[in-house]
């Protein structure tokens, strides 16, 4: 059963906003922002009218289904993502990367403030990155190319192994032998959940899992992973005031294949990926990780509609975008755009 959604209130989040900024500063309004569906991200308006953003960790914020095939094994480099000891490790390793993200002010997993983890965060004002392409690419661009830059750092700061950066700190190992045979595994259960419920992938069914098979068999062995954020589409990129990209939703960060975050990013930035895009990626597994990503692109979403997520359209959209990108991969309907 759905946990019973309820909106954290001003009266909820006090103590929280006191511990963050102490007994001088009262919490004057709350307000749920748009988004967020593994946890809830609240404004927080003080009575100086500054403002800062609390995210909160709990089974009534988060809108996907607890299902046995959608567990939080920390193991599953694709497990969800979600969680204050994932939050602080990635902050804290993206921080001594000198990519910017929102600064930590509060972190509270003792559920004496509020009966869940929780964390306070700058406020960053301004505008998301994908408003800014879709608005103001000329003040978009120097953001782009800053981000272009941070992607280039993650990529070049390589891990001992592949997996969550909470587990690797940790001095722990992923469930898998390699990145490509841990996204040829989640393709194969996306494909086989999502034709479950589509008759188009049903009827294509056995011709995809051979096509990810052959693609996945064109990759060679590598032993070396770089820092991916895991969903970096440009609304979890805001822009502050100086021009300077400040990454959000950092919870997926985790070592492993820079492709498959291209592939992610290539979908997500479309016309504008060109200015993201890297010269040493490795084709092979881009070509394998494209269809592989809207696989996990349709199942996903197509889960998440199993609850009572409010934007249904929205995430309608999703699924049917991104299958029908997955069937052009049919040996009848390749194109050169995708295999290189």
């Known amino acids: 059963m759905d946990a019973v959604r309820r909106a954290a209130s001003r009266d909820d989040l006090d103590a ?57 094994r920390l193991a599953d480099p694709f497990s969800p993502a979600s969680g204050l ?3 602080e490790a990635a902050h804290r390793r993206l921080g001594q990367l000198d990519i910017r993200t929102p600064r930590l002010l509060l ?16 406020d960053v004002p301004g505008d998301n990155l994908e408003s800014l392409l879709r608005d103001d690419p000329s003040r978009a661009a120097p953001a ?39 996204v040829l595994d989640r393709a194969f259960d996306d494909l086989t959940e999502a034709a479950a419920r589509d008759a188009r992938l049903a009827a294509s069914y056995d011709r995809l899992r051979s096509v990810l098979g052959d693609l996945a068999a064109r990759v060679r062995k590598r032993s070396r992973h770089g820092l991916v954020h895991g969903e970096l589409g440009p609304d979890h990129v805001l822009v502050d005031r100086n021009g300077q990209p400040v990454l959000i939703d950092i919870e997926g960060l985790m070592f492993f294949d820079v492709e498959w975050e291209h592939a992610f990013l290539r979908l997500r930035f479309g016309d504008h990926y060109a200015g993201l895009r890297s010269a040493d990626l490795d084709e092979h597994r881009m ?30 959209g999703i699924v049917e975008h991104n299958l029908r990108e997955a069937l052009t991969f049919l040996p009848a309907s390749r194109s050169g755009q995708h295999l290189t």
Not at 107 to 122: I, K, Q, T, W
Request: charged content about 25%.
């Open 107 to 122: 972190a509270d997993r003792s559920g004496s403030r509020y009966p869940a983890d929780v964390a306070v965060v700058e």
């Open 85 to 87: 000891d994932l939050f």
């Open 287 to 316: 070509t394998f990780y494209t269809p592989a990503m809207h696989l996990s692109l349709v199942a996903g979403p197509l889960r998440l509609l199993d609850g009572d997520f409010p934007d249904r359209d929205f995430m309608r």
């Open 16 to 72: 929280v906003a006191r511990a963050a900024f102490g007994n001088r500063r009262r919490l004057m309004g709350v307000s749920r922002l748009r988004g967020g569906s593994k946890k809830g991200v609240y404004r927080l308006v003080l009575d100086d009218d500054s403002t800062a953003v609390a995210y909160i960790w709990d089974a009534s914020e988060n809108y996907w289904p607890t299902t046995e095939a959608y567990t939080g």
């Open 144 to 182: 782009m190319a800053r981000l272009a830059e941070a992607l280039s750092v993650m990529r070049r700061h390589l891990g001992p192994r592949f997996g969550k950066v909470a587990l690797i700190d940790g001095g722990g190992s992923s469930e898998g032998t390699s990145c490509e045979q841990v």
